[in-house]
C-alpha cells in the first residue's frame, strides 16, 4: 500500500504541475498581448502620425531661435516645428480632404484699410486684401510683407469666421514676409514641413483667400520646379512653382504637402491672358529663420544695411535725364550718418570694379554686420575713397 500511495502521490504532483504550467503560459501570453494592445494604443509615435494632433506638434516642443536665449523659460514664443527626421518614418499620406481638414484651421483671411492722402482728392482709404498662416498657438501669423505693408488696420478673420484686429510685429521687404500677431490663444498652429526634401511631381495644396472673398478656398496641384530664381517687383527670389491655382489674395495663405504640413507660403503668381497653373511660394526652409527673427526682435537678425538709396544710370539717355556725365550706379539718398554723399558715384568696392546695383548686392550677400568697405566714388569731379561700417537692418 505505501508504494501503491507513493506511485499514486507521484502521478497526482506530475498532473498539478503540468496544469499549472500550462496555465501561466497562457496567462504570461495574453497579459503580454493586452499590454501590447494598450502600448499600441498610447504609442506617442502612433499619436505623432496625426497631422495636427497634440503630439505631432508636441514633438518639437522647445525651439529655440537663433540667437534667443538657451533658457526655454523665458522664451513664451517657440515655435511648433517639426523637422523631416522626427516624422519622416511616423507621418501618414493624406487624401486632400484629410489635409484640408487638418490645414485649413490654420489659415487665415487677412483684410487692410491704407489712408491714402490725395492733392486732388483728399483723404481716402483703400482696402487689400490676401490671406496668412497662423504659427503659434497665441496667434503669432506669417504673412506677405507686400499684403500688409502700408496698411494702418489690418484684421485677420479665422475660420470660424470671427474677425480680430492685428498688430504688426516685424516686416522684412527682401523676403516678402511679415508676422502680425491677434490677441486670441488657443488657435491651431500650422504644422511645418521640410520645404529641402521636396521633389518635382509631389503633390501640393494651397489654401488662402483667392480675390478676397472666397476665404478656405483649396486648391490642389504638383510641385511644378524648385529653386526658381524670380524677380518679384525688382527683388530677385527663390521660389517653389507649383500648378495649384493661386490668384490675388492667396498671398500670404499656405502650401501643403501630401502630409498636412505646410512647406511655402504662397506670394505670387504669373500672370496673363495665356497663363495659368504657374504659382510661387517662398519655402519654408526661408520663412521659418525670418518669422523667427521678426518675433524675436521685430527686424531679421544679421541683416545689413547699406545705408544708401542707389540708382543705376547704365545709358546715355538716362545719364541725360539725370543731368549727369557718366554712366554707373549713382548715390541718391543717405543715411545722416554715413560717409556716402549724394550725386556719389561708386567705381569700387574692396577692389571690384562696380557696374551695377546688382554688384553692390553680389558683395554685401558675403558680408555680415560690422564689417568695413573700402569704396572708391567719383564726387565733384574728383575720386576718392571712403570707408563704410555695415549696419544691422531694422526694417
Do not use: C, W
Amino acid at each position: 500500500m505505501k508504494k501503491q500511495s507513493v506511485a499514486l502521490l507521484i502521478v497526482i504532483t506530475v498532473i498539478i504541475s503540468g496544469a499549472v504550467g500550462y496555465g501561466g503560459v497562457y496567462v504570461a501570453t495574453n497579459i503580454f498581448d493586452i499590454s501590447t494592445e494598450i502600448y499600441a494604443e498610447r504609442s506617442p509615435l502612433d499619436q505623432a502620425a496625426i497631422p495636427g494632433s497634440d503630439q505631432y506638434r508636441q514633438n518639437a516642443d522647445n525651439v529655440v531661435p537663433p540667437g534667443a536665449a538657451t533658457d526655454t523659460g523665458s522664451n513664451t514664443n517657440n515655435f511648433s516645428l517639426l523637422t523631416s527626421a522626427d516624422n519622416a518614418s511616423a507621418a501618414q499620406a493624406l487624401t486632400i480632404p484629410e489635409i484640408a481638414s487638418v490645414a485649413s484651421g490654420s489659415v487665415v483671411e487677412i483684410y487692410t484699410e491704407i489712408v491714402i492722402n490725395s492733392g486732388r482728392m483728399g483723404q481716402f482709404v483703400t482696402e487689400g486684401a490676401g490671406s496668412g498662416v497662423i504659427i503659434t498657438s497665441d496667434g503669432y501669423i506669417v504673412t506677405n510683407n507686400h499684403v500688409i505693408e502700408g496698411a494702418q488696420k489690418i484684421t485677420v478673420r479665422l475660420n470660424n469666421g470671427e474677425d480680430y484686429e492685428s498688430i504688426l510685429i516685424g516686416r522684412d521687404s527682401k523676403t516678402d514676409l511679415a508676422v502680425i500677431k491677434i490677441n486670441v490663444t488657443g488657435l491651431q498652429p500650422v504644422v511645418f514641413g521640410d520645404s529641402d526634401s521636396l521633389i518635382v511631381g509631389e503633390l501640393a495644396v494651397a489654401i488662402g483667400n483667392p480675390l478676397g472673398k472666397l476665404g478656405g478656398t483649396v486648391t490642389e496641384g504638383i510641385i511644378s520646379a524648385l529653386s526658381r530664381n524670380i524677380d518679384i517687383d525688382g527683388n530677385m527670389m527663390t521660389l517653389l512653382q507649383t500648378s495649384a491655382a493661386v490668384n490675388p489674395g492667396n498671398s500670404g495663405g499656405g502650401l501643403f504637402n501630401g502630409y498636412g504640413e505646410l512647406v511655402g507660403i504662397v506670394n505670387a503668381k504669373s500672370s496673363g491672358s495665356d497663363i495659368e497653373g504657374i504659382g510661387f511660394a517662398i519655402p519654408v526652409s526661408i520663412v521659418k529663420p525670418i518669422a523667427e527673427s521678426l518675433i524675436q526682435y521685430g527686424y531679421v537678425i544679421g541683416r545689413i544695411e547699406f545705408g544708401a538709396t542707389l540708382i543705376d544710370i547704365l545709358d546715355a539717355r538716362t545719364a541725360m535725364m539725370y543731368r549727369v556725365q557718366a554712366t554707373g550706379v549713382y548715390v541718391s539718398r543717405v543715411d545722416s550718418d554715413s560717409p556716402l554723399r549724394s550725386g556719389d558715384r561708386i567705381i569700387s568696392i574692396d577692389g571690384k570694379e562696380i557696374g551695377s546695383s546688382a554688384d553692390i548686392n553680389e558683395i554685401l550677400e558675403s558680408r555680415k554686420v560690422g564689417d568695413v568697405l573700402s569704396i572708391t566714388l567719383a564726387r565733384n569731379g574728383n575720386t576718392t575713397t571712403v570707408e563704410l561700417e555695415l549696419k544691422q537692418a531694422i526694417s
